[in-house]
């Protein structure tokens, strides 16, 4: 059978497709135009002038000592977030799925934190780890831990971490949730009385059955790790302490709208677009196809 | 040896009870098929007996021992799901091997096994393929093949064959049939199909609302069906019922238009004035030599099926099925007569159901 629509009027695909074609010019092609045209200006401060300078500023960026240690600090940042988010979703999800009575109050209760923006996130993570007044840390001072995470680096993102996977739990949780809901039954009948336990039959029959949502969720939790952050690192860290939390798209921010060096954080940008969308071709030419049934 | 012995079973989940109390044997190297419409509790049953399903009340033993609180695994079945529940991700090897690797048996000794049932069930060609790969017929005979390796003694089967189209249907009910001889278990399977039920049994346990409604041979369910009910279900096209009184002495029976069928049942003597149902197969109905004392019905509907036809109308109030010769030149609209045999009546008390006839 032939699936494909035809239309009578020659303009009206046209007409149809005309509002997601704009708003993808308008709010990625342009801007990310500008990006790659501004990538190659240097610009003074006051933005009276500008002079071509064709790649040095990415020259100039993939130098800097700083840029290399944001690249591995949004390294460990991503990949952590991404990790934390991952197991914890799918340990809450397990969880969760063989509960019983009450279910519905589990799911909406663990559903919450995803509708908290991530700015907000962070300003909740601040107050109850702020070294002076936070709940948290006057806890973990008592248990005999030195915590200051405005002074240790290491503290610090691992402050970050948990604020930013906290928010995206949620999200894989219910992605878990449902895969874990639609998976049949009697799979797991059928493992039982094959002599599997709930722990064998967790790994050798759910999990690999979630690995493609497990795949999707994570290039969309490193996506999320990459960008949206933003917001839990300017509430909490603004970079700190000495860069230990300065990730890329933070770095991006500063340099430009702090530093007001525009050519060198539009070149950062589109370094960081390019490193996002070649991670993501990555992750679906050789991981998916491992993972699909 | 290895039979099911069910004794006063019931299932309830919270305040509804839909087993309510069901008794049954099922010998050594029987075919036992439970057989009743959706909603009947077949597959609750079958799935206490598996382990899936706690037992609420009662005892369900498989070889002599009660298996109340064991678990699946260690209560020596197999079972065939409806869906076949097929792991996606593994190969039909790993599919076989999966409880032999669990119940870590020696590699050579799981390749045997596994090569061995791949013989039976024609599915050598196939051991590294996936399910996805598979056509539902090989499906379907891997999930057997998983069934076979673990030597079990009870197969347990939940409607194996309603995912597959007619035809292989047909063919799949001879291979499990055929196995079944050659393996020496006993097999329980549910199904909803009354012709799967009647070719397959050795022992029919005919389910309705939570009961045991009638357990016999698929022939003695037919010939002596207990209820209307069971007289209904089993028998295609189902089994003709009209309402009468039992006229004096009991040798006889009234129906709504004042026809009068001579029964040969000393039983009703004592009933005389009540009101009965009379049942009769459509294949016991035959067109009458003449009007006199025959059963008028005006033909709606003609189904021609070949080797017979199907005459359709109205007795009294009740809808009428006859199974008449090919040749039978019925045509719709036409006023017949039919008669039957009176030892082909079943009578049966309208009120309960419950068969009156010996």
Redesign the interface.
């Known amino acids: 059978m032939d699936r494909r629509v035809t239309f009578n009027h020659r303009f009206l695909p046209y007409f149809l497709l005309a509002p997601q074609v704009a708003v993808t010019l308008v709010f990625f092609v342009w801007p990310a135009g500008q990006a790659l045209f501004q990538s190659t200006l240097i610009e003074d401060p006051f933005g009276l002038s500008s002079e071509f300078v064709f790649l040095d500023n990415f020259a100039f960026v993939l130098s800097d000592p700083l840029y290399v240690d944001s690249i591995i600090v949004t390294a460990i940042f991503s990949v952590s977030v991404a990790a934390v988010a991952l197991l914890v979703a799918l340990f809450l999800a397990a969880k969760a799925d063989s509960v019983i009575s009450g279910k519905l109050i589990y799911r909406t209760l663990l559903v919450w934190p995803y509708a908290v923006a991530p700015a907000i996130a962070g300003v909740l993570f601040l107050f109850m780890f702020s070294p002076r007044v936070g709940v948290l840390s006057s806890a973990l001072t008592a248990l005999g831990v030195d915590w200051n995470y405005l002074l240790n680096g290491n503290q610090a993102m691992m402050l970050v971490i948990g604020a930013s996977a906290w928010k995206q739990i949620s999200y894989n949780f219910l992605f878990f949730l449902a895969g874990m809901q639609a998976m049949?039954r009697?799979?797991l009948?059928?493992?039982?009385?094959?002599?599997?336990g709930p722990t064998?039959r967790f790994w050798?029959?759910t999990f690999?059955?979630l690995?493609p949502i497990t795949f999707f969720l994570l290039v969309i939790n490193m996506i999320f790790a990459f960008f949206e952050t933003f917001g839990v690192i300017e509430a909490v860290t603004q970079g700190g302490p000495a860069g230990a939390t300065n990730i890329l798209v933070y770095k991006v921010f500063r340099d430009g709208f702090v530093g007001l060096d525009f050519g060198s954080s539009a070149a950062q940008s589109v370094i960081l677009m390019a490193i996002v969308i070649s991670l993501t071709v990555l992750q679906f030419r050789y991981v998916e196809k491992k993972v699909t049934? | 040896m290895a039979e099911v012995i069910i004794q006063d079973a019931t299932k309830s989940y919270g305040n509804t009870q839909v087993i309510h109390g069901l008794n049954c044997t099922i010998d050594h190297g029987e075919f036992a098929v439970i057989v009743g419409p959706s909603g009947c509790g077949k597959s609750t049953l079958l799935r206490m007996i598996a382990g899936l399903e706690r037992v609420t009340g009662g005892t369900i033993s498989i070889g002599g021992e009660v298996m109340n609180e064991r678990e699946p695994k260690d209560r020596n079945i197999a079972m065939v799901f409806q869906n076949y529940a097929l792991y996606p991700h593994m190969t039909v090897r790993a599919n076989m091997s999966y409880g032999l690797r669990i119940a870590k048996l020696p590699k050579p000794e799981i390749e045997r096994r596994v090569q061995e049932a791949a013989r039976i069930l024609q599915l050598a060609d196939f051991l590294d393929r996936r399910p996805g790969q598979l056509s539902g017929g090989q499906r379907q005979r891997v999930a057997m093949g998983r069934a076979i390796v673990r030597d079990p003694a009870v197969f347990l089967f939940d409607e194996p064959l309603s995912n597959l189209d007619a035809k292989l249907r047909v063919q799949m009910r001879i291979e499990i049939r055929r196995l079944h001889n050659s393996l020496d278990t006993t097999s329980v399977y549910v199904t909803h199909d009354q012709v799967e039920a009647m070719t397959l049994a050795d022992r029919l346990i005919v389910m309705n609302g939570g009961n045991a409604e009638q357990i016999g041979t698929p022939l003695e369910v037919y010939e002596h069906p207990a209820t209307t009910f069971v007289a209904g279900f089993i028998g295609s096209p189902p089994m003709n019922f009209v309402t009468g009184q039992v006229g004096n002495g009991g040798t006889s029976v009234t129906l709504h238009d004042g026809l009068q069928v001579a029964v040969s049942d000393d039983t009703l003597a004592a009933m005389a004035g009540q009101t009965v149902t009379l049942g009769v197969r459509p294949e016991h109905l035959q067109l009458a030599a003449s009007p006199e004392g025959a059963m008028p019905m005006t033909v709606d509907l003609v189904e021609a099926l070949g080797a017979d036809i199907l005459a359709y109308g109205q007795v009294g109030q009740e809808q009428v099925i006859a199974r008449l010769p090919h040749d039978a030149a019925v045509k719709i609209g036409d006023r017949i007569h039919l008669s039957f045999a009176a030892s082909q009546v079943h009578l049966f008390d309208a009120t309960s159901g419950a068969r009156l006839s010996p």
């Open positions: 049949p009697s799979l009948e059928a493992a039982a009385i094959d002599g599997a064998r050798t029959i690999p059955l690995m049934y």
